[in-house]
Every structure is written in structure tokens, then in C-alpha cells.
């Protein structure tokens, strides 16, 4: 089972805020994040779901929280750890799942991963949850691809 990562990062690094809301809406990116995903299981953490207000539609939604009672609804699972989403997904037999954030998910979630899908935007953002740092030693850019607003980069771990 391949571990993706998949981010939208402002030219400054911001990638969202604490308090929950998204810096900036863009219906393009949106759209790649939508299409790259589909079909496939979707993690994030807690605070990522409740600002997206309501499950990502035609993939798996697995939300991490470490709260005893916490209930998003039926259509959600909620999980323990990183470790507890990627066991499960393999068991269900998925080819490739997604970790899609945010700010305390992504430097967990980027030790594991194979690859990295980052879209930069092409401006700065206000925030003040960022994206980790991305290690030359650790990742090659295996391809860069320009849209309207933003530029794909596709990362893949040096050693896998
Ligand atoms: N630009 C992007 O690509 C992107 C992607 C995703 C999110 N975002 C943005 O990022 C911001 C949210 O990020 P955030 O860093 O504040 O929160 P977050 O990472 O989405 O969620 C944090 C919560 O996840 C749970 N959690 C974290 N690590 C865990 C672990 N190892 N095991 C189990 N549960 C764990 C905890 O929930 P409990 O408190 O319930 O225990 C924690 O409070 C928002 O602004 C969002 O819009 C941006």
C-alpha cells in the first residue's frame, strides 16, 4: 500500500490556521485535490475535518482524534493514530491511501509516506500552520507540473 501525501502550500509555507479556517480558497486547486483523491482513503486530523464541515465525498474519510468520545457521524471513521488508519486501509486492501493534513498530521504522516503531491501557490499566505520542511536528502522531485494559480510538484522518497 503506497502512503501519499497531498498539501496546498502558500509561497511562505502557510498552509492553514490554527483556529481552523483556510487562508484562501482556490476552486482549481481544489479541483486537483478532488480528482488525485478520489476513490481513495482520505486522513486527517480533527481539525482539519471540522473545518471542512462535512465528509469529503466518494472517498474514505478517516479523521484522527485522541478524544474517548469523539463522533463525527456514520459516514466518518475516527481513528486513534496514524498507525491505526494505515493498518486498516491495508486489511481493506486499498492500493494507495492519502494523508491530507493538516499541520500536526503532515510531519507524522511525511515519515511515512512514498510519495508527496504539494501544490504551491503562487502567493503568500497568513496563517500560522505551516508545512515541514522538505528534505533534498530525503525526497527527489520527480515531476512539476503549472496550472492557473499554482504549480504541482510530485515528490518521491529517495530510497523507496
Ligand atoms: N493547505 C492544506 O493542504 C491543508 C491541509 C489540511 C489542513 N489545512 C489547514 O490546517 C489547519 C488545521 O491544522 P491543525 O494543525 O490546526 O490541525 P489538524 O492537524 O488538522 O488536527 C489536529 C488534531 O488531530 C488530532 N491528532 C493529531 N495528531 C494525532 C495523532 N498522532 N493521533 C491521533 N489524533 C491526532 C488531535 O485531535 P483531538 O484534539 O480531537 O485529539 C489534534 O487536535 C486548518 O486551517 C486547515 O484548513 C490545510
Known amino acids: ?6 498539501a496546498a502550500v502558500a509561497k511562505n509555507g502557510v498552509i492553514g490556521r490554527s483556529t481552523g479556517e483556510m487562508p484562501w480558497h482556490s476552486s ?6 478532488k480528482s488525485t483523491t478520489l476513490g481513495f482513503p482520505v486522513i486527517m486530523g480533527r481539525k482539519t475535518f471540522e473545518s471542512l464541515g462535512k465528509p469529503l465525498k466518494g472517498r474514505l474519510n478517516i479523521v ?8 463525527p457521524g456514520n459516514e466518518v ?4 493514530s ?5 493498518d486498516f486501509c491495508r486489511d481493506s486492501n486499498y492500493e494507495k491511501i492519502f494523508v491530507i493534513g493538516g499541520g500536526y498530521i503532515f510531519p507524522e504522516g511525511m515519515k511515512d509516506a ?3 503531491i504539494i501544490s504551491v501557490m503562487d502567493f503568500n499566505a497568513e496563517g500560522d500552520v505551516c508545512f ?3 528534505k533534498e536528502s530525503e525526497w527527489k522531485l520527480a515531476s512539476s507540473e503549472k496550472r492557473n ?4 510538484f510530485h515528490y518521491e522518497r529517495r530510497d523507496s
Open 64 to 71: 484522527l482524534s485522541r478524544q474517548e468520545n469523539y463522533d
Open 28 to 33: 482549481e486547486e481544489f479541483r486537483h485535490f
Open 82 to 86: 496514524l498507525q491505526q488508519a494505515y
Open 114 to 116: 512514498d510519495e508527496m
Open 149 to 152: 494559480g499554482f504549480e504541482v
Open 1 to 6: 500500500m503506497k502512503i501519499a501525501i497531498i
Open 132 to 134: 515541514p520542511e522538505i
Open 77 to 80: 471513521k475516527v481513528m486513534r
